[in-house]
């Protein structure tokens, strides 16, 4: 127990509230960022307003730190969660962990390191196998028919594509991966799934997930895919889907970001108490010097 380092944790969804409750078993842990009666009984006694100067020594914020009014976001707070009341309450020259990056974070932090949580390679792993349960989760939700023997395609094979290949082996699908090289077509046959190249995909397969960031289906090669196919995105942004191909599919297009905050809020948080952990352990590290 090392409760002579103090941590605040700052807005966001239900997993920060579960990595406050995580690290609060080692450190001394404060949740700011909620109203007491939308936590958990066994997380209540964490909460606390930051009304303090200087008391802690590192902040987590949420996984996307800052909203667009330029405050945390706190969408389980009936007030506002003041980045400057943050960044007050942490002492000068402490840490402040967020996880994606913000352009704007170094201007309303700058008295502190910045860390990104989400450069840790073990999360970013165990994040992908909570994104893959989830996406196979919706799937088996919207689909009137079994997974074992389902012609699935899977666009890349990267830690996401990866996990979704392995638990839809385990149901017995049949699993194609769309890749863009050798390496990859070999990866696929370690993994025991067939491949094919991206820019060589067929039609006939049921039930499609994409993880490449980078455009793979537009009006012009959705000819090709069965009109019942259900198509699921995990990339974010627009992801492989052209605008035309998105309009053209309509609800056959489930667009799927966040999936481990809304399926697994619990594993999640702990995830991310994890790799704060580490980084607190290993000196707090830097990413903004």
């Not at 165990?126 to 997974?147: F, H, M, P, S, W």
Request: glycine fraction near 12%; charge should be negative.
């Amino acid at each position: 127990m090392r409760h002579d380092i103090k941590i605040l944790i700052a807005g966001g969804d239900m997993r920060q509230a579960h990595c406050a409750a995580r690290l609060a078993r080692r450190y001394g842990v404060t949740l700011a960022g909620f109203d007491s009666s939308a936590l958990p009984a066994d997380i209540r006694h964490l909460a606390g307003a930051p009304d303090t100067v200087g008391e802690f020594d590192f902040a987590v914020l949420p996984m996307r730190g800052l909203g667009s009014d330029g405050n945390i976001t706190a969408p389980h707070f009936s007030a506002v969660l003041a980045a400057a009341d943050v960044a007050a309450a942490v002492r000068e020259g402490g840490t402040v962990f967020t996880g994606l990056a913000d352009a704007r974070l170094a201007e309303l932090f700058p008295r502190h390191s910045l860390v990104s949580y989400m450069e840790r390679e073990e999360l970013l792993l165990k994040n992908a196998v909570l994104t893959a349960e989830g996406a196979v989760q919706l799937a088996l939700e919207r689909l009137d028919v079994a997974l074992c023997g389902l012609p699935v395609l899977i666009v890349g094979l990267g830690r996401i594509g990866t996990s979704l290949a392995m638990i839809l082996r385990g149901f017995g699908a049949d699993v194609t991966a769309a890749v863009r090289s050798p390496k990859a077509v070999a990866k696929a046959e370690m993994l025991g799934v067939k491949s094919v190249y991206t820019n060589d995909i067929g039609g006939g397969h049921a039930l499609v997930f994409n993880t490449s960031p980078e455009t793979v289906f537009t009006r012009g090669n959705l000819g090709i895919s069965h009109r019942n196919t259900l198509f699921i995105e995990l990339a974010s942004g627009e992801g492989g889907f052209s605008r035309e191909a998105a309009d053209m599919l309509g609800e056959n297009l489930i667009r799927a970001g966040g999936l481990p905050a809304k399926k697994a809020p619990v594993t999640a948080g702990e995830i991310v108490a994890d790799a704060v952990s580490a980084l607190v352990e290993e000196g707090g590290g830097s990413c903004g010097d």
